[in-house]
T-cell receptor, first 109, second 117 residues
Framework: GIQVEQSPPDLILQEGANSTLRCNFS?????LQWFHQNPWGQLINLFY???GTKQNGRLSATTVATERYSLLYISSSQTTDSGVYFC???????????FGSGTKLNVKP | EAGVVQSPRYKIIEKKQPVAFWCNPI?????LYWYRQNLGQGPELLIR????????DSQLPKDRFSAERLKGVDSTLKIQPAELGDSAVYLC???????????????FGEGSRLTVL
């Protein structure tokens, strides 16, 4: 099956810092989402971004499908940004999502 | 609009006991998924339904796991008998549908955390 690799696996930031999370995938995809899993385990949708760039407040994401990667940018990080960030991709004609192992973010006050 | 609803949120059972999880997807979403998430890992698909049909159950351990989605709306996932290794979070998700190429945006419930003692 498709390989989805996220980096870095762990990230510690001081509040106010910026960061970039990366998701590489090994096959062509027709769907990509970024999720934030909060400390209570809920997976929150951040971006539905098969291609291109989107922004939502302090967060933005870019997917370059032809080069098989996506980036999630977090600017001016806050303690509430802490948690695990997952990238999930859907391969053409497979109709199911494959998840990476996540990036665990800890934002310190 | 209500999101994906799951119950129970937490369940603690002894091994060899049965357990069941319930999920109600977002209204109008034809595709429903059950995922299992082990500690420190990403979710892994157990079964996917399109309406009432299980179209992908290749990762479902069929000797002890079963699922149903009667009437193509809510769904139940059952484990019988439970084993220690089944301790995990069971996540239900739904999406609007499948066109054959793109499932659409995936939405998750809060999950059901199972502990098997």
């Amino acid at each position: 099956g498709i390989q989805v690799e996220q980096s870095p696996p762990d990230l510690i930031l001081q509040e106010g810092a910026n960061s970039t999370l990366r998701c590489n995938f090994s096959d062509s995809v027709n769907n990509l989402q970024w999720f934030h899993q909060n400390p209570w385990g809920q997976l929150i949708n951040l971006f539905y971004i098969p291609s291109g760039t989107k922004q939502n407040g302090r967060l933005s994401a870019t997917t370059v499908a032809t080069e098989r990667y996506s980036l999630l940018y977090i600017s001016s990080s806050q303690t509430t940004d802490s948690g695990v960030y997952f990238c999930a991709v859907e391969v053409w004609n497979f109709n199911k999502f494959y998840f990476g192992s996540g990036t665990k973010l800890n934002v310190k006050p | 609009e209500a999101g994906v609803v799951q119950s129970p949120r937490y369940k603690i059972i002894e091994k060899k006991q049965p357990v069941a999880f319930w999920c109600n997807p977002i209204s109008g979403h034809n595709t429903l998924y059950w995922y299992r998430q082990n500690l420190g890992q990403g979710p892994e698909l157990l079964i996917r339904y399109e309406n009432e049909e299980a179209v992908d159950d290749s990762q479902l351990p069929k000797d002890r796991f079963s699922a149903e989605r009667l009437k193509g709306v809510d769904s139940t996932l059952k484990i019988q008998p439970a084993e220690l290794g089944d301790s995990a979070v069971y996540l239900c998700a739904s999406s609007l549908g499948t066109s054959g190429t793109n499932t659409g945006e995936l939405f998750f419930g809060e999950g059901s955390r199972l502990t098997v003692l």
